[in-house]
Nanobody, 120 residues
Framework: VQLVESGGGRVQPGDSLRLSCTSA????????MSWYRQVPGKERELIAS????????YYLDSVKGRFTISKDYARNMIYLQMNNLKPEDTAIYYC??????????????WGPGTQVTVSA
């Protein structure tokens, strides 16, 4: 499974961006699809997650009310709508797919990342 992110860029504080994630082949319908971000010198952090098979969502406290994760199963797309962006949101954003296969072996896939820069 090769995940590919798109939609990053350089914006000003208060602006919005929408990140997209897709893959050429479908992940498992039981996968958790997540967005992480990482800045140099820090660990990658989970910022939002959604299950293909349900509506439960997780958000990092610092993005609650500003970011929205959504899915389009028919188009095999995951989105991250980011509003009211702040300089501290500057990072490389990664898409992740994670599930256990029929043999209970964890499957974990990452995209190459997309840069988001928020600067006045």
């Amino acid at each position: 499974v090769q995940l590919v992110e798109s939609g990053g860029g350089r914006v000003q504080p208060g602006d919005s961006l929408r990140l997209s994630c897709t893959s050429a082949e479908r992940t498992s319908s039981s996968a958790d699809m997540s967005w992480y971000r990482q800045v140099p010198g820090k660990e990658r952090e989970l910022i939002a997650s959604i299950a293909w098979g349900g509506n439960a969502r997780y958000y990092l406290d610092s993005v609650k009310g500003r970011f929205t994760i959504s899915k389009d199963y028919a188009r095999n797309m995951i989105y991250l709508q980011m509003n009211n962006l702040k300089p501290e949101d500057t990072a490389i954003y990664y898409c992740n797919a994670n599930w256990e296969d029929a043999w209970e072996i964890e499957q974990d896939y990452w995209g190459p990342g997309t840069q988001v820069t928020v600067s006045a």
